[in-house]
């Protein structure tokens, strides 16, 4: 499974910018897709994830604020971010959960896009 995300930018407090990313490869193959993100010198965190199942899931920093959907059919996800603050500032990163038999389970990654919230 390849991901390739995009949307990332520079917006200012308070702002909204939608991240999307879209899966190829072996897409029959994921099981739930998400956004992760990343500050330098900190650990990858989760920011949202959606199961194939409709179950979401999110990071408390972001919740209310946040929202993550996906378009099956064009095997893309998205996250919509509202009401931005400065600790949103991060590098952005597409997940897909999938693979089979032994592969099951697999973390597939995208590049980073870079998010910068300014105040």
């Known amino acids: 499974v390849q991901l390739q995300a995009s949307g990332g930018g520079l917006v200012q407090v308070g702002g909204s910018l939608t991240l999307s990313c879209v899966a190829s490869?072996?897409?029959?193959?994921?099981?739930?897709m998400g956004w992760y993100r990343q500050v330098e010198g900190k650990e990858r965190e989760l920011v949202a994830g959606?199961?194939?199942?409709?179950?979401?899931s999110y990071a408390d920093s972001v919740k209310g604020r946040f929202t993550i959907s996906r378009d099956n059919g064009k095997n893309m996800v998205f996250l919509q971010m509202n009401t931005l603050k400065p600790e949103d500032t991060a590098v952005y990163y597409c997940?897909?959960?999938?693979?089979?038999?032994?592969?099951?389970?697999?973390?597939?990654w995208g590049k980073g896009t870079q998010v910068t919230v300014s105040s």
């Open positions: 959606l199961t194939n199942g409709g179950y979401e």
């Open positions: 997940n897909a959960v999938a693979g089979t038999g032994s592969n099951y389970g697999t973390d597939y």
């Open positions: 490869g072996r897409t029959d193959t994921i099981a739930g």
